[in-house]
């Protein structure tokens, strides 16, 4: 996914047939009124993104380019390089670029983008990475019972809850035994399965 901040110069002529008024030239010299004309016409090709934004520093407009600086005004979703930062609700970032026309003159526009909020199936996706057990189990081994995400609800199963079950081990057998357990993990009306082959025995 190109989650690039891109811009479309749309011709300053509309549906009223208005016709632009200036010359390749004059733009090219940096004419103010020709190029904030055009300018204002611009578009961004990125609305929403789940990705780190690129803000491009430069536009060309009939050969002529002109630097952008640019204003970020929710760095609690996006910081000022582009790099998102996403959470469990869409987020609109309110961005100001600049553009500078010539020496003396610039011209702003602000725009809007939406960072995505993680759906259900990624934040179950995230919560199980975050699931990890011990392949050889002892007595103070950790079965985890919570992730992160404090929504997300854990049940587990044993195919031999006599020697771990949900709360951990409960015996160790003389001989290496290899337990099955299955996670669940719940979010809303959705569920993911993970599954770990472990091995219990009493090493003393």
């Known amino acids: 996914m190109d989650s690039s901040i ?3 110069i749309l011709p300053v002529s509309d549906t009223n047939n208005v016709p632009y008024e200036y010359t390749v030239e004059e733009v090219q010299y940096g004419n103010y009124k020709a190029v904030s004309e055009l300018i204002a016409t611009a578009t ?3 609305e929403e ?3 780190d934004v690129e803000l491009v520093e430069f536009i060309v407009i009939e050969d002529k380019f002109i630097n952008i600086e640019w204003t970020v005004y929710n760095m609690n979703a996006m910081r000022y390089n582009g790099k998102i930062v996403r959470s469990n609700e869409d987020v609109t970032v309110h961005l100001k670029a600049t553009f500078f026309i010539n020496s003396k003159n610039k011209y702003e526009k ?3 983008v939406v960072v995505l909020g993680y759906t259900v199936d990624e934040r179950l996706e995230l919560a199980a ?3 990890k057990i011990d392949s050889y189990l002892n007595m103070g081994s950790i079965i985890p019972t919570s992730v992160s995400d404090s929504d997300v609800i854990l049940n587990w199963i044993s195919d031999k809850p006599e020697i771990v079950d949900e709360k951990g081990v409960k015996s160790l057998p003389s001989k290496k035994t290899t337990v099955n357990l299955t996670c669940e993990l719940t ?5 993911k399965l993970i599954s770990f ?3 219990a025995f009493n090493s003393d």
């Open 197 to 199: 082959e472990v091995t």
């Open 187 to 191: 979010l809303f009306n959705k569920t």
């Open 110 to 112: 602000e725009y809007d």
């Open 49 to 51: 993104t789940k990705e």
């Open 129 to 131: 990475s975050e699931i």
């Open 6 to 8: 891109h811009f479309c």
């Open 44 to 46: 961004i090709t990125t």
